[in-house]
């Protein structure tokens, strides 16, 4: 399997700034990166694909404007959550996918997440 | 619409068996998926099945019917640090995963 790692762990930030997560994956050249969101006993919520080198691609409902990805390396994504508020407090999660090489999907490997804090 | 149904949670005795169930409704099927997550932690992959049957894996197995729409993941002699949730996740069409909210399993002694 693949190894990811999130950085930071954890955050607590004021409403209003910025924070950066990062995501990497140690082992393995990732073109494809997803981020995913997780509030408090609730199931995984993706938010976003990361492809390298073009942009990424945002579910229904999220501003792009305001969760800004990066994937400018292989092995490396950004995710930036401008004007933090409140309610952007949550578990910030990335995975990685090696490619298909069956025509079936490859499982997810997922960092230890972020957790973000807004105060 | 997509839809993946889990327990909201369930409640089973150490070295016993459980069953967590799991029913969807997707456009399209590539396979369907179970994970484990334990509580502030990210989840970590369980098992794949994309034909229908049984697939076992030590005390671990998933079972499926397509026709049915229908999973469960199959827990023996469980032990006290299999407390976690459990999420299924199908992949639909575009290949992309539709998550259940997850059944959160508590092992009592």
């Known amino acids: 399997g693949a190894v990811v790692s999130q950085h930071p762990s954890w955050v607590i930030c004021k409403s209003g700034t910025s924070v950066k997560i990062e995501c990497r994956s140690l082992d393995f050249q990732a073109t494809t990166m997803f981020w995913y969101r997780q509030f408090p006993k609730q199931s995984l919520m993706l938010m976003a694909t990361?492809?390298?080198?073009?942009?990424?691609?945002?579910e229904q409902g999220v501003e792009k404007d305001k969760f800004l990805i990066n994937h400018a390396s292989l092995t490396l994504s950004t995710l930036t959550v401008t004007s933090a508020h409140p309610e952007d407090s949550s578990f910030y999660i990335c995975?990685?996918?090696?490619?298909?090489?069956?025509?079936?999907?490859?499982?997810?490997?997922f960092g230890p997440g972020t957790r973000l804090t807004v105060t | 619409g997509q839809n993946i149904d889990q327990p909201t949670e369930m409640t089973a005795t150490e070295g016993a068996i459980v069953q967590i169930n799991c029913t969807y409704q997707?456009?399209?099927?590539?396979?369907l998926f179970w994970y484990q997550q334990h509580a502030g932690e990210a989840p970590t992959f369980l098992s794949y099945n994309v034909l229908d049957g049984l697939e076992e894996k030590g005390r671990f197995s998933s079972f499926l019917s397509r026709s049915k729409g229908y999973s469960y993941l199959l827990l023996k002699e469980l032990q006290m640090k299999d407390s976690a949730s459990y999420l299924c996740?199908?992949?639909?069409?575009?290949?992309?995963?539709?998550w259940g909210a997850g059944t959160k399993l508590i092992i009592k002694p």
């Open positions: 996740a199908v992949a639909d069409s575009n290949y992309q995963l539709i």
């Open positions: 997707t456009s399209g099927f590539n396979g």
């Open positions: 990361s492809n390298e080198g073009s942009k990424a691609t945002y």
């Open positions: 995975s990685v996918t090696q490619p298909r090489t069956s025509g079936l999907p490859s499982e997810q490997y």
